[in-house]
């Protein structure tokens, strides 16, 4: 079983939607990531947390620390927000991340 | 560019031959971070450099990987008698100093060397 779970694992939505994407973990974490990915491989960082809520524009995302679990929330989705959407953990004493597989949300128009 | 690049983007060999895959993280981030990616995975952790020291390198697979960082900024991935499993999405990250147990800062990614062994 991987320590990092993510669902769903694809996700089709209509343009304006809100979408959820939730993410569990089995391990003790320090801080936890969303990490949005486009085709071609770039990934870029959205949030790191370790506690409570972060909201940047149309992007939020929350955690449960207790439940081991957090989800991202994108609020009137876009076609350009299409992308694989990956969860990842920094296990408490440890360097290295866990990653989850990814969740690829596709936004039609 | 104040980011994270890799070279190559893109590298193609046959299987048995060397490989390095470089890193130039971003100026003043001590932790740098490799990662590897397979098609429709997630990446999965390499190693862990903290300055020129490999702090963790317990994501390497076997002793083919090796991984190096002798002035504690660029780094170099290298790969010995490659094998076509080794085909995958190489990731480069870099963070600030990681302060001490369970301080971990964001990792800014770079754009991944795409690596295929025939």
């Known amino acids: 079983k991987n320590e990092v779970e993510q669902s769903p694992q694809n996700l089709t939505a209509q343009e304006g939607e809100f979408i959820t994407i939730n993410c569990s973990y089995s391990?003790?974490?320090?801080?936890l990531h969303w990490l949005q990915q486009h085709p071609g491989g770039g990934i870029v960082s959205l949030f790191m947390?370790?506690?409570g809520k972060k909201k940047h524009g149309r992007l939020i995302a929350t955690i449960n620390i207790q439940e081991k679990h957090s989800s991202l929330h994108i609020t009137a989705s876009h076609p350009r927000d299409s992308a694989v959407y990956i969860c990842?953990?920094?296990?408490?004493?440890?360097?290295?991340?866990?990653f989850g597989a990814g969740t690829r949300l596709t936004v039609k128009p | 560019g104040a980011g994270v690049s890799q070279t190559p983007s893109n590298k193609v060999t046959e299987k048995g031959k060397y490989v390095e895959l470089r890193c130039d993280p971003i100026?003043?981030?001590?932790?740098l971070y490799w990662y590897r990616q397979s098609l429709g995975q997630g990446p999965e952790f390499l190693i862990y450099?903290?300055?020129?020291?490999?702090?963790?390198d317990s994501g390497l697979p076997n002793d083919r990987f090796f991984a190096v960082r002798p002035e504690g900024s660029v780094s170099t991935l290298k790969i010995q008698r490659t094998e076509r499993g080794d085909s995958a999405v190489y990731l480069c990250?870099?963070?600030?100093?990681?302060?001490?147990?369970?301080?971990?800062?964001?990792?800014?990614f770079g754009p991944g060397t795409r690596l295929t062994v025939l």
């Open positions: 391990v003790g974490i320090s801080a």
């Open positions: 990842a953990v920094f296990e408490y004493n440890n360097n290295d991340m866990r």
């Open positions: 990250a870099s963070s600030l100093t990681v302060g001490g147990r369970g301080e971990h800062n964001e990792q800014f």
């Open positions: 450099f903290q300055g020129t020291g490999a702090a963790d």
């Open positions: 947390l370790s506690s």
């Open positions: 100026s003043g981030h001590t932790a």
